[in-house]
């Protein structure tokens, strides 16, 4: 069945940084995928989202690019900040789905220090 | 944008007593709502979907009478826990789909639930 695999965390780095969060993909066709942030002790917001190959999502300095060819959504930022520790989602939502459901990767915390 | 509400944002409950979680779709009419759970440091693992009018449609291991959604109307969506255990305690979070075609869900902050 479809699926998504993301790196283990944690992940913890410097403030500004390079990001790199890989995250690949098992899915029937061309599904949408998402990135999606928790920060502590709320829900999820949707970063971004790309829904076709080649198509590049972008938001607050995050960046992503479907990779039809590697089936990866690999999550990049240049320079990252404190206010960016968080958990990291990986997400697609399935070509067969009506309803749109969505499947989630296992999540990534993300730390960065001062 | 989309907002999504859930009410309350923490609940603390007796073994045996039943839990009423609602999520809200505050600017948008959302015909499917999703609820999901999760453990902590894991995943979001999807319990239900539920179709405004209509029976929600359950995940596989996910005991229909024990987790009970009912979706009233285009910006209500309800799960009760009843009869909870302290297995039961967990984060508990809901998220709407804003029209037809559109495949973008929309979160709520999610509520969490212990059971002692």
């Known amino acids: 069945g479809d699926s998504v695999t993301q790196m283990e965390g944690p992940v913890t780095l410097s403030e500004e940084a390079f990001l790199t969060i890989n995250c690949t993909y098992t899915a029937t066709g061309y599904p949408s995928l998402f990135w999606y942030v928790q920060y502590p002790g709320e829900g999820l917001q949707l970063l971004l989202k790309?829904?076709?190959?080649?198509d590049k999502g972008s938001n607050k300095g995050f960046e992503a690019t479907y990779r039809k060819e590697t089936t990866s959504f690999h999550l990049e930022k240049g320079s990252v900040q404190v206010s960016d520790s968080a958990v990291y989602f990986c997400a697609l939502s399935p070509v067969y789905s009506s309803a749109s459901k969505i499947i989630f990767g296992s999540g990534t915390r993300l730390s960065i220090r001062p | 944008g989309a907002v999504v509400s859930q009410h309350p944002s923490r609940v603390i409950c007796k073994s045996g007593t039943s839990v009423k979680i609602e999520c809200r779709s505050l600017?948008?009419?959302?015909?499917?709502m999703f609820w999901y759970r999760q453990f902590p440091k894991q995943s979001l693992m999807l319990m239900a979907t539920s179709n405004e009018g209509s029976k929600a449609t359950y995940e596989q291991g996910v005991e229909k009478d024990k987790f009970l959604i009912n979706h009233a109307s285009l910006t209500l969506s309800t799960l009760t826990v009843t009869s909870a255990h302290p297995e039961d305690s967990s984060f508990y979070i809901c998220?709407?789909?804003?029209?037809?075609?559109?495949?973008?869900?929309?979160f709520g902050p999610g509520t969490r639930l212990t059971v002692l």
């Open positions: 600017d948008f009419q959302a015909t499917t």
């Open positions: 998220s709407a789909r804003s029209g037809e075609g559109g495949d973008t869900q929309y």
């Open positions: 790309a829904t076709k190959a080649d």
